[in-house]
């Protein structure tokens, strides 16, 4: 997929409520992107629209410069289970199923054989930096380990776009500095990344496009400008519960595609 385009979105709900009006945004291939705004703004309106999750009313999303107005229903199941990994707030792991299967389930409809699905899953939470918490249960970890595990799910489909909302919203500043840097280092391999945040310190310290929104309108776009000096983020300290280990592996290969 070479690029999203918005195209004069509108997303109506019943009772008259506009959530998105006239919406225009271009987002580019291999891109890092952040939304911010007040709550209720359409952040998540438009995250689900670009994700195949929610459909727009009015207006055009392109997709790698394809109208989704020619899609279908099969068109869209390809696209969101192929071409888009989703991380959020809610790390929304199965309690009873372990690390390794709660990353397999994301492939189960995807038509991929039960041992690829397997080698496929572990290769993911080693990119993460969790091969040695395959058998572990979501309540024996960390909640940024938990975040963790839902960043592996997203990426073991290979997708084109990782879309996050809110992911750093349960976890404290260190946490939150970690899984950044980690989202990051996914995009310097290639996915685009959208991110919706409210963590302005965390904002101004990755230099990064910007999309403020309000009102359902982008009311600015472009690198965040610092209006005052922060101060250093600590490192997070070395330690089984808090370090990143980031593999850089081969990709993980897709599944077929019709």
Known sequence: MA???LKHIYKKYPGGVTAVSDFNLEIKDKEFLV?????GCGKTTLLNI???LDHYTDGDLVIGGRSTKEYGDR???????????FIFQSYNLIPHQSVLNNVELALTLSGVSKGERRRRAKAALEQVGLGHRLDNFPAQLSGGEQQRVAIARALVNNPDVIIADEPTGNLDPSRSLELMLL???????GTTVLVVTHEQELVRRFDKRVIAIDDGLVVSD????EEEELPELEEPPLSTDSILLIVVLPAIPSAVRP
């Open 3 to 5: 690029s999203v385009s």
């Open 75 to 85: 068109d869209w199941d390809v696209y969101r289970n192929h071409r888009v990994g």
């Open 50 to 52: 670009i994700g195949g």
């Open 222 to 225: 472009g690198l965040e400008e």
């Open 35 to 39: 939304l911010v705004g007040p709550s």
């Open 183 to 189: 989202l990051e280092k996914i995009n310097s391999l």
